[in-house]
DNA sequence: CGATTACTTGAGACCAATCAAAAGACGTGG
DNA sequence: CCACGTCTTTTGATTGGTCTCAAGTAATCG
């Protein structure tokens, strides 16, 4: 899961395609707090998220960490790079995946319609991160933490139902690494938009969106104006 | 062009591999300033840099641009998403470069090496991608910059030989837009490298790097300690 | 050569980071 | 079930890096 501008979240539905009922995929159950593979593993699986929600990230040596994304239901995990992972995944909650080969997917005995759908979903991948590009570039933190909290509501109101309601399985600091601030300042912002009225915080981990059409604005950059504001207190 | 991690920059001389002499494929030459394609466009090719470079970039209503990368010599652009581009592509410096039908690509007449070395060109792409989100999320302006001077020495040294020279074909609002930064805070960072002695500025476009070490110890996050500014004074 | 655009440099403001501490959640064992 | 320690989250005060606004200088093009 990416960051996305609006345009393109009609894309995002098309992640979420059918799981395939063929031979070569086998479904497997992950717990929360386990591990999928690290960086540098050799890959012989790629998965797709049937349920639950994945990590992936980078870090570098000097202890900085890059959260690439967030792996929800339909998304597509483990992409390789000369044969590798080049990111760590771990499990935020239990989660349901579907495990393909990848030797189903190259070589001679290769499915070919499994490998056309593939590169589908590659370059759908390649699409999502360059709007998400301009999410890290040039959006300021409201921007993005509104941004993340509209994204991650559309995501999951297919999963849960109640399409005003944002469920956040990750921690305040795995969000910050995934939109490049801080803890304190990713809870700041949660907090700004608390006190606004835009947003309710069940717990830590339960978001209600009561201004949803006022947190889409700030997403896309209109500062709070006077309607807004209206409707905000 | 992604500004990637050391490590990976070995898998970026994958990304110069042979042009291919099939029939699929035709040479075509772009004048500096032409536009190859806009966001929205129908793909009808896909086209492999042989020589030249490109520009690719999205632009949200307001205003705010993102150069989402650079086509170098050997790099593919015009991933579709959906049958459509997903960027503009403009030609920074004349241009040769590989076409290919998109036919030729998908559906039942499409040259199976071909689609596969496509999967193999979009994983990298991904790969490199990657990496990138780590320096927009995660890296201040010196180490912006000095990445960024890094991988153009690296990518161009196989073109124009000298090992300690970049060529900025690209504006400086081109490269800020590419870092997340303002022309401004490059300008200030080239000129700080500079009196630094790190770097010399030949012209505009021309940058000649004379610590090597000292510049890549500054894409990694070192700041200059003592015996770097030894060297550097 | 003049006009326009691109780049550099400076001064100040502002947003987010940092440092620090309190409040809240969580798990564990008594 | 509660007490305890630990970890996460929130909030505060301050710093600092980058942006903004503005002016000057250099490059480009007709």
Same mark, same amino acid.
């Given at each position: #899961?990416?960051?996305?501008?609006? /345009?393109?979240?009609?894309?995002?539905?098309?992640?979420?395609?059918?799981?395939? @009922?063929?031979?070569?995929?086998?479904?497997?159950?992950?717990?929360?707090?386990?591990?999928?593979?690290?960086?540098?593993?050799?890959?012989?699986?790629?998965?797709?998220? &049937? /349920?639950?929600?994945?990590?992936?990230?980078?870090?570098?040596?000097?202890?900085?960490? &890059?959260?690439? %994304?967030?792996?929800?239901?339909?998304?597509? $995990?483990?992409?390789?790079?000369?044969?590798?992972?080049?990111? +760590?995944?771990?499990?935020?909650?239990?989660?349901?995946?579907?495990?393909?080969?990848?030797?189903?997917?190259?070589?001679?005995?290769?499915?070919?319609?499994?490998?056309?759908?593939?590169?589908?979903?590659?370059?759908?991948?390649?699409?999502?991160?360059?709007?998400?590009?301009? #999410?890290?570039?040039? @959006?300021?933190?409201?921007? @993005? $933490?509104?941004?993340?909290?509209? $994204?991650?509501?559309?995501?999951? %109101?297919?999963?849960?139902? %109640?399409?005003?309601?944002?469920?956040?399985? #990750?921690?305040?600091? +795995?969000?910050?690494?995934?939109?490049?601030?801080?803890?304190?300042?990713?809870?700041?912002?949660? %907090?700004?938009?608390?006190?606004?009225?835009?947003?309710?915080?069940?717990?830590?981990?339960?978001?209600?969106?009561? &201004?949803?059409?006022?947190?889409?604005?700030?997403?896309?950059?209109?500062? #709070?104006?006077?309607?807004?504001?209206?409707?905000?207190?």
């Amino acid at each position: #899961m990416y960051v996305t501008i609006p /345009s393109e979240q009609l894309s995002n539905a098309q992640h979420i395609r059918p799981a395939h @009922k063929r031979t070569a995929s086998i479904t497997k159950v992950f717990k929360a707090g386990s591990n999928l593979y690290y960086e540098g593993d050799k890959v012989e699986r790629l998965y797709q998220v &049937q /349920s639950g929600v994945l990590r992936l990230t980078r870090i570098l040596e000097d202890g900085r960490r &890059q959260v690439i %994304s967030f792996g929800f239901p339909g998304d597509i $995990v483990g992409f390789p790079c000369n044969g590798r992972y080049h990111t +760590d995944c771990d499990v935020l909650t239990d989660a349901r995946l579907q495990a393909y080969h990848l030797s189903s997917l190259e070589g001679e005995n290769g499915d070919p319609e499994l490998h056309k759908e593939l590169l589908q979903a590659a370059l759908r991948e390649i699409s999502a991160m360059q709007d998400h590009f301009m #999410m890290l570039g040039r @959006k300021s933190a409201i921007e @993005k $933490v509104a941004s993340f909290l509209c $994204v991650l509501t559309e995501r999951m %109101s297919a999963e849960s139902g %109640s399409r005003n309601q944002a469920l956040l399985p #990750m921690s305040r600091s +795995d969000i910050a690494d995934f939109l490049g601030l801080t803890t304190e300042t990713v809870s700041r912002t949660l %907090s700004l938009l608390r006190n606004s009225g835009i947003i309710a915080i069940n717990n830590v981990h339960t978001v209600v969106i009561l &201004q949803p059409h006022v947190l889409f604005g700030l997403s896309q950059g209109h500062g #709070m104006d006077q309607q807004s504001l209206a409707r905000a207190c």
